[in-house]
């Protein structure tokens, strides 16, 4: 069972169109963040959120973090195709000193 | 450049070759943890340290595998007797500061191992 579900796996859109990927589980964490990859490269830090409720913008990108801090979602306004990547989110449960990771959401930007 | 290296970038090897793979992270990663990912996924958890201790190591991370941090600098990660279920991406990364706050990870570029 994968403890960070992330939706959906695979999201394909035009440029200029906006779109929202979630991740969600059924446990608490005391920190989540977000992470984009590109092809043959490691994940680079987007944010990190930390208080239930919590909403951060990085430009175009707009971070929530879940009331029960439990889920997140990343909205993209206004898609580039610099935008295009491997969007991870990774959890830190309280007491432990490793992040899990989600599947990731592929998205693809088009001109 | 992240300032976390990894070497080689690429790997490929022959079933039953043993391979190493080597990190630097940058100087203030006290702690310094190894992921592997493959296709369609994302990182999975083998082992971390701080500073030279070996702290945790996951189930994925089986009797063929093995991790050193000597100097709690530069690290390695050296599998035995590779097998095809071993190809995947092998991901480091570090962390800086004190034991409180967020886990944030500096990643470097990854090695990617092919075992044909």
């Known amino acids: 069972t994968q403890l960070l579900e992330q939706s959906p796996q695979f999201l394909s859109i035009q440029e200029g169109e906006n779109l929202t990927v979630y991740c969600n589980s059924s446990s608490v964490f005391s920190s989540l963040q977000w992470y984009r990859q590109e092809p043959g490269e490691g994940p680079v830090l987007l944010v990190t959120v930390v208080t239930g409720g919590e909403v951060k913008k990085l430009k175009r990108l707009t971070f929530q973090f879940g009331d029960a801090r439990k889920d997140s979602s990343l909205h993209i306004t206004a898609a580039q195709p610099g935008d295009t990547g491997l969007y991870l989110c990774?959890?830190?449960?309280?007491?432990?000193?490793?992040?899990?990771f989600g599947k990731g959401t592929m998205l693809l930007v088009s001109p | 450049d992240t300032g976390v290296s990894q070497n080689p970038r690429h790997k490929i090897t022959k079933r039953g070759q043993n391979v190493t793979f080597r990190c630097d992270p940058i100087s203030e990663h006290n702690r310094l943890y190894w992921y592997r990912q493959t296709l369609g996924q994302g990182p999975e958890f083998l082992t971390y340290?701080?500073?030279?201790?070996?702290?945790?190591k996951s189930r994925l991370l089986s009797d063929r595998f093995s991790a050193e941090r000597p100097k709690g600098s530069f690290s390695t990660l050296e599998i035995q007797r590779t097998e095809q279920g071993d190809s995947a991406m092998y991901l480091c990364a570090g962390r800086t500061g004190s034991n409180s706050g967020a886990n944030v990870l500096t990643f470097g570029a990854g090695s990617r191992l092919t075992v044909l």
């Open positions: 990774a959890g830190e449960l309280s007491g432990y000193s490793t992040l899990t």
């Open positions: 340290f701080q500073n030279e201790a070996q702290l945790e």
